[in-house]
């Protein structure tokens, strides 16, 4: 059988965690933060997780990781 295509796209954007889940970065923290407030760019620091519903396709997309 053929070796597996990673998709360099999602390589990018998620990692695998200790759990054999998937980190994500957060979205609109990267410019125009002025006008945020504190407490959202705060909230936005924080670490998700790939909810289960997409675990399936992150996991296709990404074989070896």
Request: hydrophobic share 30%; proline share 5%.
């Amino acid at each position: 059988m053929p070796k597996l295509k990673t998709n360099r796209g999602a390589a990018k954007r998620f990692s695998r965690t200790g759990g054999g889940g998937f980190k994500r970065a957060h979205a609109y923290k990267n410019h125009i933060l002025t006008k945020k407030s504190t407490k959202r760019k705060r909230q936005l620091r924080a670490t998700p997780q790939v909810k289960d519903a997409e675990q399936a396709a992150v996991r296709r997309m990404l074989p070896y990781s």
